[in-house]
C-alpha cells in the first residue's frame, strides 16, 4: 500500500499532482521539451514512470496542463494590472505585465508548446487560453469606445509579442526595449479608430 502523506487521499493526490507540474516546470526551464518526459518527471519527484501516468497521459498532456496552471495565473495579473488609474495608464500596465512574462520560468512553456507535436484539441484549447490573455486589453478598448475593440486588442498584442521576442533574446537593451514596446502600444491602441 502507497504511504498517504496528507490527510486524505484527495489531499494526497493534490500535493502529488503540485509537485510532479513543479517538477515538470524545473526541467521544461532547464532542459528543454527535449527533457521532458513522464519518466523525467516522476524521477524528480521519487515516483515511477507507471506511477506519474495517473496524473499524466503523455508528455503533450504535461505540457498541456502546466499550460493550464500558468496562463490563468498571468490572466488574472493582467486582469489585476488594468483596474486603476486612467486609459493610458491601464494600458501601460497590462503591458508592462505582459513584457514581465519574458523574465518568468513560464516563458518556457511558449517556446515549448511552440516546438511540440500537440493535438488538435490541445491547440484549441491553448487558443482559449490565449484569449484570456488579451481579454483585460479588449475590455479597456470597448470601455474607451473602441468601435473595433477585438481587432484593435490583437494587433497591440503582436506588438506586445514583437517586444518579448526581443526582451527573450536580448535583442536590444531591455529598459529601451520595454519602454519604447510600451510608447507603441499606448498610441497604436489608443489612437485607433
Do not use: K, N
Not at 498571468?74 to 494590472?81: D, F, I, K, P, T
Not at 484569449?131 to 475593440?149: K, V
Not at 518579448?164 to 479608430?193: F, H, I, M, P
Amino acid at each position: 500500500m502507497p504511504r498517504i502523506s496528507a490527510a486524505t487521499v484527495a489531499d494526497h493526490r493534490a500535493s502529488q499532482h503540485a509537485a510532479l507540474l513543479a517538477a515538470a516546470m524545473e526541467i521544461l526551464v532547464a532542459e528543454g521539451t527535449a527533457g521532458l518526459t513522464p519518466a523525467a518527471v516522476g524521477a524528480r519527484v521519487g515516483l515511477a514512470r507507471s506511477s506519474v501516468y495517473r496524473y499524466f497521459s503523455s508528455t503533450a498532456d504535461i505540457l498541456a496542463q502546466l499550460v493550464e496552471d500558468a496562463i490563468p495565473r498571468w490572466a488574472g495579473r493582467l486582469v489585476e494590472a488594468t483596474r486603476e488609474g486612467g486609459l493610458e495608464e491601464r494600458v501601460r500596465a497590462f503591458g508592462a505585465v505582459a513584457l514581465a512574462f519574458v523574465s518568468s520560468p513560464d516563458y518556457a512553456l511558449l517556446r515549448a508548446v511552440a516546438s511540440a507535436d500537440l493535438p488538435g484539441e490541445c491547440r484549441h484549447r491553448l487558443d482559449q487560453l490565449h484569449e484570456t490573455m488579451i481579454e483585460p486589453l479588449r475590455g479597456l478598448l470597448a470601455e474607451a469606445g473602441q468601435p473595433h475593440p477585438d481587432l484593435v486588442a490583437h494587433l497591440g498584442w503582436s506588438i506586445l509579442g514583437e517586444g518579448q521576442r526581443r526582451l527573450a533574446t536580448g535583442t536590444g537593451d531591455a529598459e529601451v526595449v520595454t519602454a519604447t514596446t510600451l510608447d507603441v502600444l499606448c498610441r497604436a491602441v489608443l489612437s485607433a479608430r
